[in-house]
Structure formats: C-alpha cells, structure tokens
C-alpha cells in the first residue's frame, strides 16, 4: 500500500453478513496496531544502532588521535635528544682535540726552547774557554771575539723575539677558530630549535584541521539523521491520521449498522 494514498471503500455488507464484517475490521485492527508497533520498534532499534555506532566511532577517532599525538611528542623528544647528545659529543670531542694540539705544541716548543738553552749554554762555554785561551795569546781577538758573541746573543733575541710573536699570533687564530666554531655551533642549535617548533606547529595545525572536519562531518551526519528522523515521523503521522480515519469510517458504519 503506497503512503499517503486513501485506502479503497470496501462494499457495505449485506446486514446478514454483519457480524462476520465486525470481526474483520477488528482482525484487521489488530493487524494494524501490530504493524504499527513493529515499525515503531524497528524505528526506535535503528536510532538506537546509529546512536551507539556514532559514539564508537567518535570514541575511536579520539583514541587514534591521542595516540598519534603521544606518539608525535615522543618522536620529537628522542629527536631533540639525540641532536643534543650529538652536538655535545662534537663539542667535547673539538674541545679535546684541540686542548691537546695545544698541548702538544707546548710541549714541543719547550723542548725546543730548552734544547736553544742547552745549545747556548754549550756555546758559551766553549767559546769561554777560546776566549781565556785566546787571551793568554792574543788581546786584539778576544775584542773580535766579544763582538761576534754581541751579535750572536742579539741575533739569538731577535729569534727568540720573533718566535713569541709566531706563538702569539698562532694562539690568537686558534682562540679566533675556536670562537667562530662555538658561534657556528649555537647558530646550528637555534636554526634546529627554530625547526622543530615550526614543525610542532605544522602538526598542531594539521590536527586542529583534523578535528574541525571531524566536528563538521559529525554534524553533517546529526543535521541528516534529525531530517530522516522527522521524514520518519511524518511518514508515521500520516500512516496514523489514515488509520485513524480509517477507524471513524469503520466507527461511522458500525453506529450506522447499529441503527439499522
């Protein structure tokens, strides 16, 4: 029977036929009412389906999403970790590498210095012993000889001189190197730190998007199952007003019946 179309008038019985006609009208009243019922019960079991499928569904997508979240910071954490480990380890290990060139070239120089001492020491006593020969002999070649050794310590100054400056300028580059690495360091750590929170504001971003299409879609889903849900009852309403006119006929013939 389609909805919304008026039933086909059924033949008045003849007033012999009366009593079988009244039982029926009630079989099929009854008939009604349990279809009636049926349909109601089936309508109230679908919206209670949908109703629990939908908190499921949203109680899943709000796990998946704190999951995902957990599992984005705790990527990030391991990922920040591991660059700080890593650059502390190359400090450190730059740190003494170059401790031990300096150390190195301390040492050397030292060894040298006191190899210069040793060599000099030699020379003077040596040149000593010449000399007091020399004098025993001759005046005019110790004068000579003094001004060879003038020139030989003033020669062996300058050197030394010009080696302090070597070592000063050496330390000053080395100390001008390790400023440049230090600041080259910390512009690599920020330009990472920067990184990072732009991608943690990129995710935090994304999930916001994620969350209001969820919360759209979700509302879209309610507006369509309120307007199925009111197409439901109209159909209802209507299917009821015609089993309600069915029944004043019905009630109608039977009063007419009677007074006959």
């Known amino acids: ?47 209670d389906e949908t109703h629990r499928s939908l908190s499921d569904r949203i109680d899943e997508t709000s796990r998946s999403l704190g999951e995902r979240i957990d599992e984005t910071s ?27 060139r300096i150390e190195e070239t301390n040492r050397s120089l030292g060894e040298r210095i006191d190899e210069t001492n040793r060599s000099l020491s030699e020379t003077n006593r040596s040149l000593g012993e010449r000399i007091d020969e020399t004098n025993r002999s001759l005046g005019d070649r110790i004068e000579e000889t003094n001004r060879s050794l003038s020139e030989t310590n003033r020669s062996l100054g300058e050197r030394i001189d010009e080696t302090n400056r070597s070592l000063g300028d050496r330390i000053e580059e080395t100390n001008r190197s390790l400023s440049e690495t230090n600041r080259s360091l910390g512009e690599r750590i920020d330009e990472t730190n920067r990184s990072l929170g732009d991608r943690i504001e990129e ?21 369509s199952l309120s307007v199925r849900i009111d197409e439901t009852n109209k159909r209802l309403d209507t299917h ?19 007074k006959l």
């Open 203 to 223: 995710t935090n971003r994304s999930l916001s998007e994620t969350n209001r299409s969820l919360g759209e879609r979700i509302d879209e889903f309610n507006r």
């Open 74 to 100: 705790r990527s990030l954490g391991e990922r920040i970790d591991e660059t700080n480990r890593s650059l502390g380890e190359r400090i450190d290990e730059t740190s003494r590498s170059l401790s031990d």
């Open 1 to 47: 029977m389609s909805e919304g179309a008026n039933p086909p008038r059924r033949a008045l019985p003849d007033p012999e036929e009366m009593p079988w006609s009244i039982s029926y009208l009630r079989d099929d009243i009854k008939e009604l009412r349990a279809e009636v019922g049926a349909q109601f019960a089936a309508v109230h079991n679908r919206i």
């Open 240 to 258: 009821f007003r015609w089993i309600m006119g069915t029944l004043v006929t019905l009630t109608g013939v039977l009063i007419a019946v009677i």
